[in-house]
């Protein structure tokens, strides 16, 4: 990839990055205001959290296709895993839980929608980072489980969940069968970005150039 190129797609990253940090604190801002919503509960939502974070990798990518540093084992998994949780928030969004809720539908669009797409794209036609190989597959993992634990003993706790299908009330059968089709649903998400840009000598431990 020539500078010419690379270094727009940087600022791109950079910029989307920049971007989604501010739509998320400017709807935590206009929730907190008119629905008095906390920021432990605002993060407590899966697209909240897994939008923030994934800003957070697009901006480390960026910052490192702009400065020619090579794209690390770490931030290629990162990229990863936040694209097929990004999927699964696009999922989430049009299987389970449509609608707007309380953010402005522009904002849920963006969200829901762009950033999920646009993730797979950069993913996809991006040709500027080494791959993944099956066998860090188990990375898709941790986040999206600590995420439900946490909710779950909320839950149980303080009554507190952001979906309606992870009501105590629901039963626990319902919503273990329910977190087992959402943890199936990110595995072929992860299936499918592991396998379009998997297999690679890139993740064999070292570290590999941003292409020039």
Same mark, same amino acid.
């Given at each position: 990839?020539?500078?010419?190129?690379? $270094?727009?797609?940087?600022?791109?990253?950079?910029?989307? &990055?920049?971007? =989604?940090?501010?739509?998320?604190? #400017?709807?935590?801002?206009?929730?907190?205001?008119?629905?008095?919503?906390? @920021?432990?509960? #605002?993060?407590?939502?899966?697209?909240?959290?897994?939008?923030?974070?994934?800003?957070?990798?697009? =901006?480390?990518?960026?910052?490192?296709?702009?400065? $020619?540093?090579?794209?690390?084992?770490? /931030?290629?998994?990162?990229?990863?895993?936040?694209?097929?949780?990004?999927? /699964?928030?696009?999922? =989430?969004?049009? +299987?389970?839980?449509?609608?707007?809720?309380?953010?402005?539908?522009?904002?849920?669009?963006?969200?829901?929608?762009?950033?999920?797409?646009?993730?797979?794209?950069?993913?996809?036609?991006? %040709?500027?980072?080494?791959? +993944?190989?099956?066998?860090?597959?188990?990375?898709?993992?941790? #986040?999206?489980?600590?995420?439900? +634990?946490? +909710?779950?003993?909320?839950?149980?706790?303080?009554?507190?969940?952001? #979906?309606?299908?992870?009501?105590?009330?629901?039963?626990?059968?319902?919503?273990? @069968?329910?977190?087992?089709?959402?943890? /199936?649903?990110?595995?072929?998400? &992860?299936?499918?970005?592991?396998?379009?840009? &998997?297999?690679?000598?890139?993740?064999?431990?070292?570290?590999?150039?941003?292409? %020039?």
């Amino acid at each position: 990839m020539t500078r010419s190129i690379r $270094r727009p797609i940087a600022v791109a990253r950079l910029a989307f &990055g920049t971007i =989604i940090v501010g739509i998320l604190t #400017y709807t935590f801002g206009l929730l907190a205001n008119t629905h008095g919503i906390s @920021l432990i509960d #605002y993060f407590g939502f899966f697209t909240n959290l897994t939008s923030l974070l994934t800003a957070i990798v697009l =901006i480390l990518t960026g910052a490192a296709g702009w400065t $020619r540093h090579s794209f690390s084992v770490p /931030l290629t998994l990162a990229r990863a895993v936040a694209t097929a949780c990004m999927m /699964l928030v696009a999922i =989430i969004y049009n +299987v389970l839980v449509p609608g707007t809720g309380a953010a402005p539908p522009w904002v849920s669009a963006v969200l829901h929608i762009a950033l999920p797409a646009l993730m797979l794209l950069d993913w996809i036609v991006i %040709r500027d980072h080494p791959g +993944v190989q099956w066998r860090h597959f188990w990375v898709l993992l941790p #986040y999206p489980l600590v995420w439900l +634990v946490v +909710v779950l003993i909320r839950g149980v706790t303080d009554g507190w969940v952001p #979906y309606g299908f992870l009501l105590p009330e629901r039963g626990w059968p319902n919503i273990l @069968l329910t977190s087992l089709g959402l943890l /199936l649903a990110l595995g072929a998400a &992860g299936m499918v970005v592991w396998a379009t840009r &998997g297999s690679s000598p890139g993740l064999s431990g070292q570290r590999t150039e941003a292409p %020039r």
